[in-house]
């Protein structure tokens, strides 16, 4: 396996990997209705990159997982459309159905697939058509017909909210790391974005400025680039 070399431009013949968009850290989720907010799962950060009857793998920083999870990228030749990029995370549910963190490592260094779960939060291209340059909403709604359509049990949409608030409370009781809120009208651009805020809660703060690590399973990291 090997790095994948990041393209911004997509051809229409061969979607390639795309360097992820990362959110800027913030203390408050924004207030207004040109926000839409995420839980942040602390699974492994994934693209998956259909091309015909290929798909591939890939971490946040590029390295291809295709040969370490076969079942789980056979699963998603099912899409129907000949060609696209999801990007999402990798999650394994835990029996109350949270993120398990050391699950989840377990099951990638096993190539366990059987339980794990993909909750894709963006489309970066379809069918020879690249996304990036389009709002946010009209990425999610070609995404959610997309995902609706697939009918593939181990593919989930990450639910959006409008009350970025509530919704960082919702996360604090539940243990949770936080939350993204990203501008509706923002393009897909990679790198650090300022359209799209990560928000922590106090609870994994605190867990982290002690050296402990978040007692709960929600850290977000991307997948080791040499041998489990």
Not at 121 to 129: V, Y
């Amino acid at each position: 396996m090997a790095h994948a070399t990041p393209h911004h431009h997509i051809s229409s013949v061969s979607p390639r990997f795309i360097r992820p968009c990362s959110p800027i850290s913030a203390k408050n989720a924004p207030k207004g209705d040109d926000w839409v907010h995420e839980i942040k799962l602390g699974g492994y950060r994934f693209q998956i990159i259909k091309d015909g009857r290929q798909v591939r793998l890939y971490g946040g920083s590029g390295y291809e997982w295709t040969e370490r999870l076969p079942g789980f990228a056979d699963a998603f030749r099912r899409l129907p459309c000949r060609s696209a990029i999801l990007d999402g995370e990798l999650v394994l549910p835990d029996a109350e159905g949270a993120p398990d963190f050391h699950g989840l490592q377990a099951a990638v260094r096993s190539a366990s697939e059987w339980e794990l779960v993909y909750f894709a939060f963006d489309l970066l291209h379809r069918d020879g058509q690249h996304l990036c340059r389009f709002s946010l909403t009209d990425r999610k709604i070609r995404l959610a017909r997309l995902v609706n359509r697939a009918g593939i049990p181990c593919l989930h949409l990450v639910p959006a909210f409008g009350d970025g608030v509530k919704l960082l409370e919702a996360t604090e009781r539940h243990g949770l790391e936080g939350i993204v809120s990203k501008r509706r009208t923002s393009p897909y651009r990679s790198g650090e974005n300022r359209d799209w805020r990560k928000v922590t809660t106090a609870a994994w703060r605190e867990a982290n400025r002690n050296g402990g690590g978040c007692s709960h399973q929600t850290r977000q990291i991307d997948l080791p680039t040499g041998k489990p």
